[in-house]
């Protein structure tokens, strides 16, 4: 397996853009305790408990977790029995994933990386997660991650991915929304759309955010067939 790309190695190649947005995840994380980070929960997503349960992850396979954040779900992930792996831009929330790990009695594969440039070869994982992450991401670097997320699965594998849709006009929340068909035109080169389902906002299907109750997108991606995913 390829060397982590550390967030400090990624700052120093990166643009300026990219270290202003590394330094800016940096700061979320070292200005308070983790428990109190508005989107941290310490149980697993619902949506995630519902895929897993539902068998749309292959049993026992290798999932990764982009934008893992502090490991909820990737912890959830290893006690259910995947080979669980999570990736941060944020050195200090993976510090404290890896912690939670430890604690746990959990090995679970934590390692600092931009989401964009990941540091595994083709074909690595059999499942992958997004749980707020995509919708965070600058959008030039919507097309670059959804090729590497295409990269490192196999062909058929599923990639479960949440995100805050672009009709929500809350102040609060990630600053580029995406619509319904801009994560189509981002992943259809690479994926099948399995199935889109929606949460509204106070809704039991609906996502609370630093208490406050947002709406969210839920799409279910397949990994096209085939080595390489058709040219974005
Ligand atoms: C809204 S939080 C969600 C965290 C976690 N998935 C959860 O459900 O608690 C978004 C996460 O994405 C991470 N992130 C943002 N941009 C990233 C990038 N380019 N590569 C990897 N992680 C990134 C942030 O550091 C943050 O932990």
Request: glycine residues 8%.
């Amino acid at each position: 397996m390829a060397p982590a790309t550390t967030s400090a190695a990624t700052a120093r190649r990166g643009t300026n853009a990219d270290r202003k947005e590394l330094v800016a995840w940096e700061d979320w994380y070292a200005r308070q305790d983790y428990r109190k980070m508005p989107w941290h929960s310490a149980r697993p997503s619902p949506w995630l408990v519902r895929a897993v349960r539902g068998q749309r992850f292959p049993p026992r396979t290798s999932v990764l977790d982009l934008g893992c954040g502090t490991g909820s779900n990737s912890l959830w992930l290893r006690r259910r029995g995947f080979a669980a792996a999570g990736i941060d831009i944020s050195e200090t929330a993976i510090a404290i994933a890896s912690q939670r790990a430890h604690r746990a009695g959990l090995r679970v594969q934590f390692r600092t990386a931009n989401a964009a440039a990941l540091p595994f070869r083709s074909g690595t994982f059999g499942a992958a997660l997004d749980n707020g992450c995509f919708h965070c991401l600058p959008i030039r670097l919507r097309q670059p991650y959804a090729r590497e997320v295409a990269r490192v699965l196999r062909p058929g594998s599923p990639f479960l991915l949440t995100w805050i849709p672009r009709e929500v006009r809350s102040s609060l929340g990630p600053p580029h929304r995406p619509a319904l068909a801009e994560v189509v035109s981002a992943f259809e080169p690479g994926f099948l759309f399995a199935s889109v389902e929606r949460g509204d906002a106070g809704s039991p299907d609906g996502w609370m955010v630093c208490g406050t109750p947002f709406a969210r997108c839920t799409a279910l991606l397949i990994r096209r067939m085939g080595r390489q995913p058709a040219p974005w």
